[in-house]
């Protein structure tokens, strides 16, 4: 196959990978090195005498790893999002945060810890306005007779304006003493009080997210074209348009719901995936995947480990992603 | 192979060409003559299936294809539009190779077969130096042979084309409809819509003349069209010579001054 000079591309990166997944257990007040590292995750699976205090185990499984995974998951699916909304919209400047995708499932997740939800039921909420956020801008994006690219960035910014001001109610009408500073810290963007059990709600939607858009890659491709040309290539465009909707939008409220807002990433790791390996998606989703994953665990390392005090992912990203924004704004015209 | 019977088509509910009949067979390069706004557009856009026919039917063989899938439909009409999708960076390969797409399974991709198909359409128009080029930056010629090829490795029968020559500059127009040429002598059908009465003299097998939301068939244009169909459908003075090249006589379309 022709694509095998990129495929390198994929095991260079997955190394890089597993590179960083294990040097970030080494990150954070607590130290913990290598050998006891190797030793605390192989005695989960073979019998290893232990030889480490129990503040070891704790850290590594309870704090470290969820971390870990769920750095991974969100910058994963934040990252998928972002590249398959941009080939659906054919449009390279959106991403679930400037579709306003991500302050509907914000905004959802909000309302849910208001009404005191449990976990399925946050992610539930979540995904409703998320679907009901990227709807919205799709349809008064068509309506805007203007340059289709910069209407439907900004249909996005007023959708999510609208979004946020009303998760603003909420926070103005959320108990001060419990539910107001819980929603408030997730809101920042953060992994900071991610839990196991955190984990395990996530990963089968952000699975379920992930699957089918690997498995139709290839159709991707086709459905990044003009409408006519992927309809008369033989596309379903309208049936595809919805599968992908609904898994980028299930990744992006399943992310959303334990990490609060996380910004830029959608649209800094495909771009980024884009120049390294080209725009078929047969091979830009797996880079996609695997540098999203990379980008978050190590923006994560440095929110954590920068300073005594940690500091909230999302201003993070949002400082390596705005000014990369306006640099895509000011070269986009030109090319 | 193809009939077309009574078709209208328009957007909404505004008619733009109306009670269009033609039959079309393989081999045939059907051309579609009229001035701008004349409603050539919409009239292959309701062919190729991206407009619904206000009346009428259009039949392959026996079938009406207004219940056809897109995937139906891809195996036999190929469609290239006048814009081109420029967003993301395919290579000219890429895009051959998406013509296979209505052949691979829901969550397939393509197969080496169906890369040694797009190369071989690359191939029969001698553009496999276009191969890792990427699309977006390519010349408008270099582009229209890649649909070209596309619609080869898409094996359709019949290959519907939207000015094709437009914006092309001397050579490549000859170059673009050499190969189109080709593809009907192949047995594929043609249907492209043109600015230039001359293709429909030299190569056409039939010439479809839109004006005031009609249609005039003229079959065998090379002998059939004249000049007072031209003036009528254009409202200009034209003359219709004969030039002697050889032993062969090529028909030119003269503008009066």
């Not at chain 1, 309302?111 to 995904?127: D, E, K, P």
């Not at chain 1, 978050?296 to 992912?313: K, M, S």
């Not at chain 2, 097998?205 to 009528?232: C, F, I, M, R, S």
Request: glycine share 8%; net charge positive; aromatic share 8%.
């Amino acid at each position: 196959m022709i694509k095998t000079k990129k495929k390198h591309y994929v095991y260079i990166f997955t190394i890089i990978l597993i590179l960083v997944f294990f040097i970030s257990f080494g990150i954070g007040r607590y130290p913990v090195n290598v050998v006891q590292l190797l030793k605390v995750l192989l005695s989960k699976f073979f019998p290893i005498d232990k030889d480490w205090p129990d503040t070891i185990n704790t850290i590594v499984f309870q704090v470290r790893l969820p971390r870990i995974i769920g750095a991974m998951l969100v910058g994963t699916s934040l990252s998928l999002s972002g590249a398959v909304y941009q080939g659906m919209f054919k449009n390279p400047l959106v991403s679930p945060d400037i579709l306003g995708v991500s302050s509907g499932a914000a905004f959802g997740a909000a309302l849910a810890i208001y009404l005191s939800f449990n976990t399925v039921g946050i992610q539930i909420t979540s995904f409703i306005f998320g679907l009901i956020a990227v709807g919205l801008v799709y349809l008064i994006s068509t309506k805007i007779k203007e340059d289709p690219i910069i209407s439907l960035v900004i249909t996005g910014v007023l959708v999510g304006s609208i979004f946020t001001a009303l998760t603003s109610l909420i926070k103005y009408l959320a108990d001060t003493d419990d539910k107001l500073p819980t929603i408030t810290f997730w809101l920042m963007g953060s992994l900071a009080s991610i839990s196991p059990r955190d984990i395990k709600a996530i990963v089968l939607p952000i699975l379920l997210g992930i699957i089918p858009l690997f498995i139709l890659r290839w159709r991707l491709n086709v459905l990044s074209l003009e409408e006519g040309e992927a309809k008369t290539l033989g596309l379903n465009t309208a049936r595809l348009r919805i599968i992908v909707i609904m898994c980028s939008t299930l990744m992006t409220a399943a992310s959303v719901s334990v990490s609060g807002m996380i910004g830029w990433i959608g649209l800094v790791i495909p771009h980024l995936s884009r120049m390294i390996v080209g725009p078929d998606y047969r091979i830009l989703l797996p880079t996609t995947l695997l540098l999203g994953s990379t980008y978050l665990l190590l923006i994560d390392n440095i929110a954590r480990g920068l300073t005594t005090v940690e500091i909230p992912l999302g201003i993070l990203t949002s400082l390596v992603g705005a000014p990369f924004f306006i640099i895509l704004l000011l070269t986009n015209k030109r090319s | 192979m193809l009939y077309v019977k009574d078709l209208s088509c328009g957007y909404k509910d505004k008619p733009i060409v109306e009670k269009v009949s033609f039959n079309g067979k393989p081999g045939d390069i059907i051309c579609l003559l009229g001035p701008n706004g004349s409603g050539k557009s919409t009239l292959i856009k309701t062919l190729v299936g991206l407009l619904e026919p206000m009346e009428g039917s259009v039949y392959i063989g026996d079938e009406n294809i207004k219940t056809w899938t897109w995937n139906r439909r891809a195996k036999t009409i190929s469609y290239i539009p006048q814009t081109f999708s420029s967003t993301f960076q395919y290579t000219g390969l890429d895009i051959v190779l998406m013509g296979r797409t209505s052949y691979l399974g829901f969550g397939s991709s393509p197969t080496e077969e169906d890369e040694r198909i797009a190369l071989e359409a690359m191939e029969m128009l001698k553009i496999l130096n276009l191969k890792d080029k990427i699309y977006s930056k390519m010349s408008g010629g270099e582009r229209q042979l890649v649909k070209i090829a596309q619609a080869i490795a898409q094996q359709s029968k019949i290959i519907i084309m939207d000015e094709p020559t437009n914006n092309l500059d001397f050579g490549n127009q000859i170059t673009t409809l050499n190969y189109l040429n080709k593809c009907a002598d192949r047995g594929m059908m043609v249907i492209m819509a043109t600015h230039f009465p001359e293709q429909a003299l030299s190569f056409g097998t039939k010439a479809l003349l839109v004006k005031n939301g009609g249609v005039e068939v003229v079959e065998e244009p090379e002998k059939n069209l004249k000049d007072a169909d031209l003036k009528k459908l254009y409202d200009v003075d034209v003359e219709i010579v004969e030039l002697r090249r050889k032993d062969k006589i090529v028909k030119m379309c003269l503008p009066v001054y």
